[in-house]
């Protein structure tokens, strides 16, 4: 029983370092990037599903009561299924405004937000697209604000967080560099997608999206909508279905095989295709997709 | 801003007093379209000022300078506390409901030595009792109110009120912490026990329209539903560990009681100290790649009260301790995001042990046997969604023991009590859902012994508004 009981509890010991619980991969990536040796993350979705719906399993539950802050994206996308796990976790440092809580979302300016809301127009995110990680120049307005709050919860650190950002900003502005000029032939090109997901990385490389599967965020395919979708793809000749890896490809490949329109899989976050294994190649996969 | 026109106005308008009427009225004309005018000014600034966000490329605290500034102006003129309004949301359920027998049939069918009155509304104490789905025809079953909120930056506070078309319950109305630490928390007010698995749950989040046979004969409709206060901690393991205790009024109609029985000067029963309900329990979850193993052990100890001393027919009470059992075991199975495969089951067993009185026609006691019920049952259920809009799952119940023992005589009750049950569920939306579901119920008699097959169908629609209801696992 003893024995069991030191198993059970050395994991803790091990972990002499800050635990850190983010939602998505791409924060844990981000964040293990600045923070270094002296923090430890925990992801808590999966980088292959869809962010929207995540299930709270229990062991999410353990997670999150064993972390020494939460980082999350914010923007509601965690709605579903995050206020459970910090509720029944009950860990005063993963509270909402305690000090080693951090939403991503109060940090960059999201597009896209509805002058009102209803759901009759599907289900909305009243406070903008929150998928603002997919524009990679955000990548390092969050990295600030990551930079930020750990120096404000582990001061003692605050050297070598700062020059973790500076490499990390470095190396990240020079991939800007050539993931912008690999994208500057698509300028204006028009897609079309299953979720508007892709709204920060089409704004930032000029893509135009002109229509989406969905016939309303949340609302899955329905055969009028995608009738319509068909006559708008032949009169618009757009480039390609940009497509998330967590809806069923159906109803693209159909649409496909009517148009001849290329589906082409846009991974949303590390993990969502088996070599997206880093925020560098989640960029560089989804900077050459488009052909 | 608007208050120094009014003031200009009204100074003006005084200083003009000696002039002739129409003059004055023309003045004022003429003072009203300027006002027109630079209220639709100010307006137009407030509202541009308003929806010019500041370009947030900076950090945290330059952020909150520039947000504060912008708000400022609007904020300070009101006392609006629009934005501390509570999460509202507001669920309707409602179902339309055939049956193979009457509703004045099936009201008078029991589970043998378990439960009476499971099916059909029937009037106890002077309240009406209805259960969900109870009427062949339509049914409201109910319209629930939820309200929650942070109290503070340690409380919680979240309350549910469920509408019925005849009265207006609280279903739950508690607090709970959230800066204790220590993986502890603490919830007090009324709610729903955290015993077994599908007790804590709300109607609306099971996967059937009616719950398991064994549930709603040993502990009713509302299942193990109390004012109390509960206590969890989540051990600091990386797998998933919870034990909790709670301490309950104990009052449950079919099981747990504490009120004295016959009249108050001299009770048959004498009543018991209140509290006098204990529950305790140990969860475990894991995961296997993608499939979630979640069990949990579960026991509850309290004095009983069964009160049918004012029924018609056979009017009898329980006076005793019981103990109830509790063994759950969940394994969910994650094919993608909207994909599942859930096998969800529970085995409940109780123990009763006490004295039954049984009443004559006058009221007295006709005779106290000494009387022990050792029963226990389960339920199984597996539900699969092939996407987001369909579920589909079959159930099965059981109450496969039935021990009766009066005065140390078995009373030989049936013993294989079972229903069967499927459902096919529709969702417009994460909102939404309309579920037709099949019921076939071998587990109830009439009053003369003889079994009653009952066989019924719910379409059941399921609608909710307001704030997003997260549920957990």
């Known amino acids: 029983m003893k024995k069991l009981l030191l198993l059970l509890l050395l994991p803790l010991t091990l972990l002499a370092h800050m635990n850190i619980a983010v939602s998505y991969p791409y924060i844990g990536a981000l964040t293990k990037s600045i923070g270094g040796k002296h923090i430890n993350t925990v992801v808590l979705a999966k980088g292959n599903w869809d962010p929207h719906f995540v299930v709270p399993r229990p062991s999410l539950i353990a997670k999150v009561r064993n972390a020494d802050a939460l980082i999350m994206n914010g923007g509601q996308l965690e709605i579903g ?179 001849g329109i290329k589906v082409v899989l846009m991974p949303h976050d590390i993990g969502a295709l088996e070599d997206i294994e880093s925020l560098v190649s989640l960029f560089d996969y989804l900077t050459s997709a488009i052909k | ?51 010019t966000k500041p370009v947030i490329n900076i950090d945290k605290e330059e952020v909150s300078q520039n947000t504060q500034k912008n708000d400022l102006p609007a904020k300070s003129k009101t006392f609006s506390q629009s934005s501390f309004m ?18 004045d049939v099936v009201e008078h069918l029991e589970v043998p030595g378990v439960a009476h009155g499971l099916l059909g509304s029937h009037t106890h104490d002077g309240n009406t009792h209805t259960p969900y789905n109870a009427k062949q025809g339509f049914n409201l079953n109910y319209a629930e109110l939820s309200l929650s909120k942070s109290v503070d930056p340690s409380l919680n506070l979240n309350g549910i009120f469920h509408f019925s078309e005849d009265s207006v319950e609280i279903e739950e109305l508690y607090f709970t912490t959230t800066g204790l630490g220590y993986g502890s928390r603490v919830k007090g007010g009324k709610f729903n026990s955290n015993f077994g698995y599908l007790n804590e749950q709300h109607h609306h989040y099971w996967s059937f329209a009616d719950m398991p046979l064994v549930y709603e004969s040993f502990l009713g409709m509302h299942g193990i539903n109390e004012n109390g206060i509960q206590f969890q901690w989540t051990a600091p393991t990386s797998t998933y560990l919870m034990i909790g205790a709670e301490v309950l009024q104990g009052n449950n109609e079919q099981m747990f009681g504490n009120s004295y029985i016959g009249s108050a000067e001299s009770p048959t029963a004498a009543s018991e100290n209140a ?118 799952g079959v159930r099965y119940d059981s109450i496969f023991k039935n021990d009766v023992i009066s005065n140390g005589v078995n009373q030989n009750k049936p013993s294989h009590l079972n229903k069967y049950s499927a459902m096919l569920e ?48």
């Open chain 1, 81 to 259: 299924w995050l206020p459970p796990l910090i509720n029944r976790a009950s860990n005063p440092k993963t509270q909402v405004g305690s000090s080693t809580f951090l939403n991503l979302s109060h940090h960059v300016e999201l597009i896209q937000k509805p002058q009102s809301v209803d759901r009759s127009g599907g289900d909305v995110h009243p406070d903008g697209n929150p998928h603002f990680h997919l524009n990679p120049e955000n990548i390092l307005t969050l990295g600030i604000a990551i930079k930020n709050f750990l120096i404000s919860i582990d001061s003692e650190h605050k050297a070598v967080y700062e020059k973790n950002y500076e490499e990390f900003s470095g190396m990240w502005k020079e991939k800007l560099g050539m993931w912008k000029s690999k994208m500057a032939n698509k300028n204006g090109l028009k897609v079309i997608q299953f979720h508007d997901n892709l709204a920060y990385f089409n704004k930032l490389y000029g893509l135009t999206s002109i229509g989406t599967i969905e016939p309303l965020p949340g609302v899955p395919p329905s055969s009028r909508h995608t009738i319509n979708l068909i006559k708008l793809i032949k009169g618009e000749q757009p480039c390609c279905i940009l497509h998330d890896v967590y809806h069923s490809t159906k109803t693209a490949d159909y649409i496909s095989s009517k148009t």
């Open chain 2, 1 to 51: 801003m608007k208050k120094l026109l009014s003031l200009s106005l009204v100074v003006s308008s005084l200083l003009m007093a000696d002039t002739d009427m129409d003059q004055l009225k023309e003045q004022m004309n003429k003072q009203q379209l300027i006002i027109e005018k630079l209220m639709q000014k100010i307006e137009k600034l407030e509202t541009t000022s308003n929806v």
């Open chain 2, 86 to 103: 509570p999460d509202i949301s507001l669920i309707a359920d409602m179902s339309y409901v055939s049956r193979n027998k009457k509703n």
């Open chain 2, 275 to 392: 509290p006098s309900l204990y529950v305790g329990y140990v969860k475990t979850s894991f995961d296997i790649d993608d499939t979630t193993i979640f069990a949990g052990l579960s026991y509850a100890q309290g004095s009983s009260r069964v009160d049918h001393s004012s029924d018609d027919e056979n009017p009898h009470a329980f006076v005793g301790d019981s103990s109830l059992y509790g063994i759950d075991l969940t394994i969910k199975h994650y094919f993608d995001s909207y994909s599942f495969l859930t096998w969800q089951s529970e085995i409940l067993s109780r123990d009763m042990d006490g004295k039954q009185y049984n009443f004559d026609a006058s009221g007295s006691v006709a005779s106290s046997p000494d009387l022990i019920k050792q029963q226990s049952g389960l339920y199984s259920q597996l539900v699969y969604a092939p996407n987001k809009s369909w579920q589909m």
């Open chain 2, 426 to 473: 529709y969702h417009t939306s994460e909102f939404a859902r309309l579920r037709l579901q099949y019921n076939k119920n071998n587990a109830l008699y009439n009053e003369a012994g003889d079994k009653r097959s009952i066989e019924t169908i719910i379409l059941q629609a399921n609608i909710s508004i307001g704030a997003h209801g997260a549920h957990s696992f």
